[in-house]
């Protein structure tokens, strides 16, 4: 039985997480934490999942690391720096493992892949994200990631990361945000939950990877895997992907 807490408990992600959890065999949760509550009810888990805010959640991993708790992270917010302080963190706490994933969604995370897959294939490329209106932040950590990979992989196939665009006059945002020189549009809008397209394109035809969560249950067996396999992968994991062996 791995004893399980929440912070971020009331929250979308966060109930949806307890409710996981409870409904788990192997799997206790023994705290439930929210904004403003007391974080010491956690000192029972052995794993700590936090589905909080950007601004909350590098106080958050401190205090599980600094309490050896692991952590499985699901809140958006984590760039270069971000993740450097993490790896320095636990250093100083070698037995403590972390994993930080922009996106638990199995099927996402294979977006993600075949997108960097395709990304070199094509002179353009660029990136819609689409969530429901009370997100924090924009872009998406999922966009912001895929944007990563394909700019990596474009770059080691000795393409530039962004493709051709004559346009020389813009309103501003219209082209998007320029993540690693790829093109990021983000929509915000009621009745959608968490949705991305890939956009690619070349000689004569197109290609769309298109993801869509049309639940919040579509994170729930990337987070619980995360959870059971986390205290076995000391130091910090970004992604899902070597969970999945990918
Ligand atoms: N990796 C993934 O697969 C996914 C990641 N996410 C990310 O997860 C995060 C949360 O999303 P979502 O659940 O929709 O957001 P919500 O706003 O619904 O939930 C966040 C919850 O965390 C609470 N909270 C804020 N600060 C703290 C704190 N310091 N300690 C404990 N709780 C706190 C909030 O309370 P209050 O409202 O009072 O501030 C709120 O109840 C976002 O960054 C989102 O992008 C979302 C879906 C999937
Ligand atoms: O806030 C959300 O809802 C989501 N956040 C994550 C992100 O920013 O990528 C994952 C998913 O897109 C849902």
């Known amino acids: 039985m791995i004893n399980v807490g929440v912070l971020g408990a009331r929250g979308r992600m966060g109930a949806t997480v307890c409710a996981a959890v409870e409904a788990a065999d192997d799997l206790a949760l023994v705290a439930a934490v929210d904004a403003d509550e007391d974080r010491s009810a956690l000192g029972k888990a052995e794993v700590v999942v936090d589905f909080t805010h950007p601004g909350a959640v590098m106080d958050n991993l401190r205090w599980c690391v600094d309490n050896g708790l692991h952590a499985v992270v699901g809140t958006t917010g984590f760039d270069d720096d971000r993740l450097a302080t993490v790896r320095g963190w636990l250093a100083a706490n ?37 969530h429901h209106p009370n997100k924090a ?10 944007a990563e990979l394909i700019a990596a992989a474009r770059r080691e196939a000795g393409l530039d990361p962004a493709g051709p665009d004559a346009t020389t006059t813009a309103l501003d945002g219209a082209r ?33 990877i298109r993801h869509d969560s049309l639940d919040r249950v579509s994170f729930m067996p990337g987070v619980l895997l995360a959870v059971r396999e986390i205290s076995a992968r000391p130091g910090l994991t970004v992604g899902l992907d070597p969970l999945l062996d990918l």
Do not use: K, Y
């Not at 994993?99 to 995370?109: K, T, Y």
């Not at 075949?114 to 070199?120: C, N, P, T, V």
């Not at 932040?137 to 895929?146: C, E, K, N």
């Not at 990021?184 to 956009?199: F, N």
């Open 137 to 146: 932040d924009a872009p998406s950590g999922t966009a912001r990631r895929t």
């Open 94 to 130: 070698p037995g403590i493992g972390v994993l930080v994933a922009p996106n638990f969604g199995i099927a996402a995370v294979l977006m993600m892949r075949f997108a960097a897959q395709a990304a070199r294939f094509f002179e353009s490329v660029e990136i819609v994200e689409l």
């Open 176 to 208: 998007g945000a320029s993540v690693d020189g790829i093109p990021v549009h983000a929509v915000r809008l009621g009745g959608l939950v968490a949705h991305q397209e890939v956009l690619l394109g070349g000689s004569g035809e197109t290609l769309t």
